[in-house]
């Protein structure tokens, strides 16, 4: 992996992707690639069930397919960090004290998860707007907008029609929620109860989704999608600071749905012992799972509006190629998995800590390395956020995002007709 300005993906943190590193990894120093030295677990980690092969214990290795990513939710250890028991205090303070609030004559569905990132939200969250369609054809997106310069305040970027700000205002998810969804209004800003109260008012929306809302408790829902990343799930099981996890995992039993996503990286048995983990963990019937799947690249650079038609060319042109993967995302290795699957013979990254806002330094150190007829790929977040940097680097040649979709591989319509039973409160 090359890393620029020695940002590191968060992704590709030792703390992140060495399974057992619950006991040792906060005292012990990485090495240069990122390794924790001699650090090869203890005693009793038996349940936190790694490696299965010797690709596995290279944790720059990102074929999954050779490693169990299942994490033992029965027997989490129970040290817990002095830290982590005032994150849990606040977060469980915070829920009880925050009054949640429903808005009339809307119905609200919450897309999130209990972990920091990397789940795919943002192709979720357009899936499932496309889905609910038919039924609620006037929706909003409410977002946060992580990154963007006007996060802090209410705001509307798409009114289904018109971009009304740039990327760097809103933030690039929502900003590529806009670009995907003709149509939907998209809204960013902290306030996202008064954000739906003027959609209300203005569009009479009777929808909407609330992109990473888990964790946000204003504004009372009808029903929570939480998704997992099969591919890390719960980290080292430790809550933040120390770990990955939001909050516990037995705070899954709010969730209405659990959909388990790139299951298509993984095992089949370690996806079967995490859903019936899942199961009893949740007391749901059933744990969907779903695929980022690829539907080609497109050539960068293109006009990015709503209106704008997409040509996606065949993903084929990546077979036997050697391949720059180019991104800021919380789950760089996914990304490199779905380049290798696609064909390329070999795939270097470059990588930065996810919503990394690309600089005129951080374009130079990128073209000092890459020549101009490599073969480049990129996220199509990342497009959004490098974008401004096109004058740049209009002398790659062969510079493409990776066009992907979210799908639910089994049960669609069992999952569509559980959510819409909520949200008509049938």
Same mark, same amino acid.
Request: charged fraction near 25%; include cysteine.
């Given at each position: 992996?090359?890393?620029?300005?020695?940002?590191?993906?968060? =992704? +590709?943190?030792?703390?992140?992707?060495?399974?057992?590193?619950?006991?040792?990894?906060?005292?012990?120093?990485?090495?240069?690639?990122?390794?924790?030295?001699?650090?090869?677990?203890?005693?009793g980690?038996?349940?936190?069930?790694?490696?299965?092969?010797?690709?596995?214990?290279?944790?720059?290795?990102?074929?999954?397919?050779?490693?169990?990513?299942?994490?033992?939710?029965?027997?989490?250890?129970?040290?817990?960090?002095?830290?982590?028991?005032? $994150?849990?205090?606040?977060?469980?303070?915070?829920? /009880?004290?925050?009054?949640?609030?429903?808005?009339?004559?809307?119905?609200? #569905?919450? !897309?999130?998860?209990?972990?920091?990132?990397?789940?795919?939200?943002?192709?979720?969250?357009? *899936?499932?707007?496309?889905?609910?369609?038919?039924?609620?054809?006037?929706?909003?997106?409410?977002?946060?907008? $992580?990154?963007?310069?006007?996060?802090? +305040?209410?705001?509307?970027l798409?009114?289904?029609?018109?971009?009304?700000?740039?990327?760097?205002?809103?933030?690039?998810?929502? *900003?590529?929620?806009?670009?995907?969804?003709?149509?939907v209004?998209?809204?960013?800003?902290?306030? /996202?109860?008064?954000?739906?109260? %003027?959609?209300?008012?203005?569009?009479?929306?009777?929808?909407?989704? #609330?992109?990473?809302?888990?964790?946000?408790?204003?504004?009372?829902r009808?029903?929570?999608?939480?998704?997992?990343?099969?591919?890390?799930?719960?980290?080292?099981?430790?809550?933040?600071?120390?770990?990955?996890?939001?909050?516990?995992?037995?705070?899954?039993?709010?969730?209405?749905?659990?959909?388990?996503?790139?299951?298509?990286?993984?095992?089949?048995?370690?996806? +079967?012992?995490?859903?019936?983990?899942?199961?009893?963990?949740?007391?749901?019937?059933?744990?969907? !799972?779903? %695929?980022?799947?690829?539907?080609?690249?497109?050539k960068?650079?293109?006009?990015?509006?709503?209106?704008?038609?997409?040509?996606?060319?065949?993903?084929?042109?990546?077979?036997?190629?050697?391949?720059?993967?180019?991104?800021?995302?919380?789950n760089? %290795?996914?990304?490199?998995?779905?380049?290798? @699957? =696609?064909?390329?013979?070999?795939?270097?990254?470059?990588?930065?800590?996810?919503?990394?806002?690309?600089?005129?330094?951080? !374009?130079?150190?990128?073209l000092?390395?890459?020549?101009? *007829?490599?073969?480049?790929?990129?996220?199509?977040?990342?497009?959004? @956020?490098? /974008?401004?940097?096109?004058?740049?680097?209009?002398? #790659?040649?062969?510079? $493409?995002?990776?066009?992907?979709?979210?799908?639910?591989?089994?049960?669609?319509?069992?999952?569509k007709?559980?959510?819409?039973? %909520?949200?008509?409160?049938?």
């Open positions: 992996m090359t890393n620029l300005n020695e940002v590191v993906s968060s =992704a +590709e943190s030792p703390y992140q992707n060495c399974p057992i590193w619950a006991l040792g990894a906060i005292f012990a120093s990485p090495s240069s690639d990122g390794r924790l030295p001699g650090f090869t677990g203890f005693d980690a038996a349940d936190i069930v790694a490696a299965t092969d010797s690709a596995a214990k290279d944790d720059r290795n990102p074929h999954f397919n050779t490693i169990s990513v299942i994490f033992s939710l029965s027997s989490v250890l129970k040290i817990v960090n002095p830290l982590e028991k005032l $994150y849990s205090f606040g977060n469980s303070l915070h829920r /009880r004290m925050t009054r949640s609030v429903r808005i009339p004559g809307a119905k609200i #569905l919450s !897309i999130g998860n209990i972990t920091t990132g990397g789940t795919g939200k943002t192709p979720a969250t357009i *899936y499932f707007s496309k889905l609910l369609r038919a039924e609620f054809p006037n929706q909003a997106v409410l977002s946060r907008g $992580y990154g963007g310069r006007l996060s802090h +305040e209410t705001n509307l798409s009114d289904g029609f018109r971009l009304l700000m740039g990327s760097d205002d809103s933030g690039d998810e929502p *900003y590529l929620m806009a670009v995907n969804l003709p149509g209004k998209v809204a960013v800003g902290r306030n /996202r109860l008064k954000n739906a109260q %003027r959609l209300v008012h203005d569009f009479g929306t009777s929808l909407f989704l #609330l992109d990473d809302g888990f964790q946000h408790y204003r504004i009372g009808d029903a929570d999608v939480v998704l997992i990343d099969v591919t890390n799930p719960f980290g080292s099981g430790r809550l933040l600071p120390q770990g990955i996890l939001r909050e516990p995992v037995e705070n899954l039993n709010r969730a209405s749905a659990i959909v388990l996503t790139k299951t298509d990286l993984v095992p089949l048995t370690a996806l +079967e012992e995490l859903r019936e983990k899942l199961q009893k963990i949740s007391g749901l019937s059933h744990i969907f !799972i779903s %695929r980022h799947a690829s539907k080609g690249l497109v960068i650079p293109h006009e990015y509006t709503p209106q704008a038609k997409t040509h996606i060319v065949s993903a084929d042109i990546l077979k036997h190629e050697s391949v720059w993967a180019l991104s800021a995302i919380a760089s %290795r996914a990304f490199e998995e779905m380049l290798r @699957r =696609a064909g390329a013979e070999s795939v270097t990254q470059i990588s930065f800590r996810d919503h990394h806002d690309f600089s005129a330094r951080d !374009i130079e150190m990128i000092s390395r890459v020549k101009p *007829y490599d073969l480049v790929v990129t996220t199509e977040k990342d497009y959004v @956020r490098l /974008r401004k940097h096109m004058d740049a680097l209009k002398g #790659l040649r062969q510079f $493409y995002y990776l066009k992907i979709e979210f799908e639910v591989l089994e049960n669609e319509i069992l999952l007709e559980g959510l819409k039973a %909520r949200l008509m409160n049938v």
